[in-house]
């Protein structure tokens, strides 16, 4: 569970908490909310991935304690893209001010969690934990698509662009490659105390 925490860490929650209310009366708040769903879900596939590469090697030689634990990360970690899906969502349902759904949503996600474990751990033990673990995510992303596409001013769930790639991603991709080099090289630069790139 801690190392499920760490993955989700890595993607910039604050980031967008902090962006997506200065551009909600904005025309690009769509666009917004379609491609940050759509990458902050590839982002969270990513990880899920890396985690999958990086985890055991790291448990075996550093933690071999924690070995028997490595089915329920391997299961856990599927969990990751459902989670980046519904982080985005809620995020503009808290910028567009929809606290009462909100508070009911906490309410019922928290009583689901509490029933599942009530159910499942004294059937299936640890496994019951491994299991509410993936059913929230699901859970969340499902109510969040019907609230949205029902009452959610302005701001749907557009699955065309979702799970299509175009030139606007191509684009999109290229910028954040050319950042990430550029981050990467002027890092480089100014250890050695050379120029930057512009």
């Known amino acids: 569970n801690s190392i499920l925490g760490v993955f989700k860490d890595a993607i910039p929650a604050k980031t967008l ?6 551009r909600l009366d904005d025309k690009t708040a769509q666009r917004m909310f379609t491609y940050g769903v759509k990458y902050a879900t590839l982002l969270s596939f ?10 055991p090697p790291v448990i075996y030689v550093f933690f ?5 634990s490595l089915p329920y990360l391997f299961v ?5 893209p459902l989670w980046g899906a519904g982080l985005v969502t809620g995020i503009y349902l ?6 009462k759904f909100m508070f009911i949503h906490n309410i019922t996600r928290s009583t689901v969690s509490a029933i599942v474990y009530a159910i499942t751990l004294p059937l299936i033990g640890v496994w019951g934990a491994v299991f509410e673990r993936i059913f929230t995510p699901i859970y969340l992303t499902i109510i969040y698509y019907f609230y949205m596409e029902r009452y959610s001013p302005g ?20 910028n ?15 250890i050695f105390g050379v120029g930057y790139i512009k």
């Open 176 to 190: 954040i490659w050319r950042e990430l080099y550029k981050m990467t090289v002027n890092k480089i630069q100014r």
């Open 17 to 22: 908490q902090s962006l997506i209310p200065l």
């Open 64 to 68: 071999p304690k924690y070995i028997e």
């Open 46 to 55: 990513v990880l899920m991935m890396g985690g999958y590469l990086v985890v």
């Open 155 to 174: 701001i749907r769930f557009d699955m065309k662009t979702l799970v299509t790639f175009n030139n606007e991603d191509r684009g999109f991709l290229k």
């Open 94 to 99: 808290i910028a567009l001010r929809q606290q």
């Open 76 to 80: 856990m970690l599927l969990s990751l």
